[in-house]
């Protein structure tokens, strides 16, 4: 699944291309996504203006006129293709299930072969959303920081890997950002939340920052379905550090250890058991 890197990129690459621009037609070949898309929606967005381009966590946000905001989830499998060519023109692939037209000349595909994703409209403060009403922190605003995660996490007596991993915690962070991160901090995964100490948790929330910036100037990570607007794979997967490298000798400097994998919660999780403590 795209984690917030991947969504920040994605969103990043639309703001060049259809902010300030009108909607003005759409075309959906399936409505039964994981959601069923509103009998309405066509109509809905229908001659809106595309006034800015948010995320919130993994959701990718469209803000139109009128005080309506497009909700986009990207799901398992999900992409968004943008293209310059004429509707007419575009050669539909399997799996395009939405097909929308910009005044610009631009034209917006969504395509998900496993159909997890989603599209929503929503009228009025996007804020009130339900889907969002117990989403965590954003990892990358200035509120998310040492004290803030200490405050959460000083009576918790899960580990580290499984609070970063709980949306209602901090929002958008996934399996390989959080491995990454607890890497670059050298703390280990299975690391109590209680057993943090605040300067501990100051080093991790700069490893997040550090980690979720660098991925997202390299375009994020493709490792199976992911891809940029225009099609790009990202570049992240050539600069990790730890994850999917099990076996592997340890790439910090002088540590004498090898990356070892463990199952947590049902999802592989890579550590340096010598330098990650």
Same mark, same amino acid.
């Given at each position: 699944?795209?984690? $917030? ?25 399936? *409505?039964?996504? *994981? ?14 203006? /595309? ?39 575009y050669q539909e692939k399997k799996h395009d299930h939405i097909i929308m037209t910009f005044d610009?000349?631009?034209? $917006? ?11 929503? /409209?929503?009228?009025? +403060? ?18 998310? +920081? ?48 209680e057993n943090m100490s605040i300067v501990d948790c100051k080093? $991790? ?21 992911? *891809? ?13 550090? /730890? ?35």
């Open positions: 699944m795209p984690e $917030l890197p991947e969504i920040e990129t994605v969103k990043l690459g639309l703001e060049k291309t259809i902010l300030d621009s009108v909607i003005m037609s759409t075309k959906i070949s399936r *409505r039964d996504l *994981r959601f069923p898309i509103d009998a309405r929606f066509e109509k809905l967005i229908l001659n809106k203006r /595309v006034l800015a381009v948010g995320r919130r966590s993994k959701y990718i946000l469209l803000f139109l006129n009128n005080k309506m905001t497009l909700i986009l989830h990207l799901g398992m499998s999900g992409k968004i293709h943008v293209s310059i060519k004429n509707e007419s023109d610009n000349g631009f034209i $917006l595909i969504y395509n998900d072969p496993r159909r997890f994703g989603f599209v929503e /409209v929503i009228e009025g +403060d996007y804020n009130n959303y339900q889907r969002f009403k117990h989403i965590g922190i954003e990892p990358l605003s200035k509120k998310f +920081d040492g004290k803030y995660l200490s405050n959460k996490i000083k009576k918790s007596s899960r580990t580290l890997k499984n609070i970063l991993m709980d949306q209602k915690m901090v929002a958008g962070l996934g399996n390989i950002y959080v491995c990454e991160a607890l890497w670059d901090s050298q703390i280990i995964p299975t690391r109590i939340g080093k $991790l929330v700069r490893s997040i920052k550090k980690v979720l910036g660098k991925a997202i100037k390299f375009g994020g990570t493709t490792l199976k379905d992911y *891809r940029q607007i225009g099609g790009e794979v990202g570049y992240f997967q050539n600069k990790l550090q /730890v994850y999917g490298k099990e076996g592997e000798k340890c790439c910090r400097r002088k540590c004498q250890g090898t990356v070892k994998r463990a199952m947590m919660n049902g999802r592989s999780t890579f550590y340096c058991d010598f330098c990650q403590k």
